[in-house]
């Protein structure tokens, strides 16, 4: 073989190394080649089109803080993938607490974060854990039926326990004396239980377990005669957005859960009374049952979507229209009675003036249907199930994750649609073919478009000029845009939180003291008319001493509740009317107005003048005396 050499410096030879034929890179070979099936694989892009989309790629995307979504992570995973590149994920980590994103999704709570948030917009409010637990959502439910007997009788007849005990015994037994031959049942739930835990059957007060009689719980009535669908009973999970509080806007899902229970329905008996799979519709609960049937169609199974039951409820001959509207009717008084006690809870949180997050959070309602199609709601859960799969035991302890198609239609279009509804707007500047003679693009360019970024794609094309059904929603407005004249009337207790907050005193506390409370009735000047200031400082010991007993942590003060009562024993002291709603509206209409009117108590304190010297004995004063008495 023949070599080549070279001359170097000094006299020295080297061979000539040929260069080796350039080999193509593995894009270049895979535009040539082809699948099995005979079809072409899809071309990389060349490097002018990388260059475009590059360009257009925005510098600021939208980004979601997800470390502490905890269960929900796969579903806001494929709901930003779904929304594009002009959505970002993030993820707060050790060595980087300190990224500011523009939405945080919690797990649990507003407090899941580590460090405090001063910007941007979680998915959880302050203080709703608490508000929709069983006992305290039947302490507002019950407030609300005092005020509006007529609206609010969606909620089954309810007690607290342990405190209301002798009230239930007493009730339960008058019920009984009314119908001697209808035995009456009521059901158990403990207040802090979940997914179906502690639930129990009973007809006699006095059967009442350690939960009720030590482990706080509420006793409801047993709805009779529920709608059954194939001989089973189910209920309906519906999807509430609440994504502001003021002004108040909240938004319904379209599309809802239909949960089954997993044996033939019969009246409650003494004999069926401990079948928890016959009665409870948990879906934790029925799942673990045998009888359970898990489906790839959405409209069979031990769980369905809500379209599906409507379809065959409609082949039936119901009026399925006029049951939807009724259920909206029931959410939009359900929000608005939580609404008071969550402006609250975020005053003390979140006071105005201060730097920090804005909130919304999604909602879950379990709502039973009746045979004449009469919605009641059950409870109201505050971090409702994320979850896409469903776990399928194959062996004693050994599960498998098999896909559910219901949950994939119902969850993913209810985050990616929340996360466009709440989404910063943000506009970005897209720019045409035409380049500057530099090169780069000119923001002076009369071609230029400005489109909002969750509106384009990869190819530079716009969704709405690609196909109109992708601006379509799976929510829908509420209030205001739908209720929002319908049910002003209800938000009573708002303007009585308002005067709550205004009177605390004490910023970031949730409870007024006896001088707030002092402050509160002279201000308004309600200390006349046979209502003195010893009567007024008697009610709030009683008033505090009442609710302070319910309170574990045992912080002192008058809660929100407390305040409440209070406000309505001064409504019937001071006035006369036919109802109670009426003498709270005329209280609240008279504290208004005094707050209003611009009388400033304790009044401020006079500045210190001072006085001139006195100028009597001047010549210009004793001239223009004279003049005063020549002319009377």
């Known amino acids: 073989m023949n070599a080549t050499f070279t001359m170097k410096a000094g006299g020295k030879l080297e061979p000539i190394v040929p260069r080796r034929p350039k080999t193509p890179k593995p894009q270049d070979l895979s535009r040539s080649r082809t699948l099995l099936d005979g079809t072409e694989r899809s071309k990389s892009p060349s490097k002018k089109e990388a260059k475009l989309q590059k360009r257009r790629r925005p510098k600021n995307p939208i980004t979601v803080e997800s470390s502490k979504a905890k269960s929900s992570m796969e579903v806001l995973r494929i709901a930003l993938k779904e929304l594009g590149w002009g959505w970002k994920e993030v993820s707060n980590n050790k060595k980087n607490l300190t990224t500011e994103c523009d939405i945080y999704w919690h797990g649990n709570t507003f407090h899941d974060s580590d460090t405090p948030i001063c910007s941007g917009k979680v998915n959880k409010y302050p203080g709703m854990v608490e508000i929709v637990r069983k006992v305290s959502l039947t302490r507002i439910m019950n407030q609300m039926r005092t005020l509006f007997p007529n609206e609010y009788d969606f909620y ?147 769980k369905r979507t809500m379209t599906s039951v409507w379809l065959s409820l409609e082949e039936k001959g119901y009026d399925v229209k006029t049951a939807c509207t009724e259920i909206e009717k029931v959410i939009c008084k359900t929000v608005l009675a939580l609404i008071p006690e969550l402006k609250v809870q975020s005053h003390a949180e979140l006071p105005p003036g201060k730097p920090g997050p804005t909130c919304f959070q ?78 780069r693009p000119s923001s002076t360019d009369p071609n230029d478009i400005t489109l909002d970024m969750s509106e384009l794609q990869l190819d530079g094309t716009t969704k709405r000029g690609r196909n109109q059904k992708t601006n379509e929603t799976c929510l829908e407005e509420l209030f205001p845009a739908k209720y929002g004249e319908h049910y002003e009337f209800v938000r009573i207790l708002e303007r009585i939180a308002y005067l709550f907050n205004h ?65 309505s024993i001064i409504a019937n002291r001071k006035f006369c009317g036919v109802s109670l709603q009426e003498k709270v509206v005329a209280l609240l209409d008279l504290c208004e107005c005094h707050l209003n009117s611009g009388i400033i108590w304790p009044p401020p304190r006079r500045m210190r003048v001072r006085r001139l010297p006195r100028v009597q004995d001047s010549e210009e004063y004793l001239r223009v005396r004279r003049l005063m008495q020549m002319e009377n």
């Open 362 to 439: 999604i909602l879950g309602l379990d709502i039973l249907l009746t045979a004449d199609l009469k919605p009641y709601l059950l409870e109201i859960n505050a971090n409702p199930s994320y979850r896409l799969g469903y776990d399928h035991e194959v062996s004693p302890g050994v599960y498998e994750t098999l896909p559910s198609p219901v949950d994939d239609e119902i969850k993913i279009p209810l985050v990616k649609d929340t996360l466009k509804l709440i989404k910063p707007v943000r506009r970005i500047t897209c720019h045409s073919t035409s380049a500057s003679p530099s090169g």
């Open 156 to 302: 089954p007849k309810s007690w607290a326990l342990p405190e209301q005990f002798h009230h239930f015994a007493a009730e339960a037994a008058a019920i009984q004396r009314e119908n001697p031959k209808q035995k009456q049942y009521f059901i158990v739930k403990p207040d802090d239980g979940s997914q179906g835990e502690g639930i129990y059957l009973l007809n006699n007060p006095h059967e009442i377990t350690s939960i009720g009689l030590v482990r706080p719980a509420v006793v409801q009535q047993y709805i009779p005669n529920p709608l059954l669908v194939e001989r089973k009973k189910f209920d309906l999970r519906v999807y509430v957005v609440l994504t502001s509080l003021d002004p108040l806007k909240f938004y319904l899902c379209k599309e809802g859960m239909a949960r089954f229970c997993t044996e033939t329905y019969q009246a409650p008996s003494n004999r069926n009374m401990n079948h928890v799979y016959m009665h409870l519709t948990n879906y934790t609960l029925n799942k673990r049952n045998d009888n359970y049937i898990h489906t790839e169609n959405i409209a069979k199974g031990s």
């Open 503 to 567: 009177f605390l005193g004490i910023r970031g506390t949730l409870r007024i003291g006896p001088t707030g409370f002092r402050t509160f009735t002279r201000r308004c000047k309600l200390c006349d008319n046979g209502l003195s200031t010893a009567s007024i400082d008697i009610l709030y010991i009683d008033m505090a001493r009442k609710w302070n007993a319910l309170n574990p942590e045992g912080t002192a003060g008058l809660c929100f509740d407390g305040f409440v009562e209070a406000f």
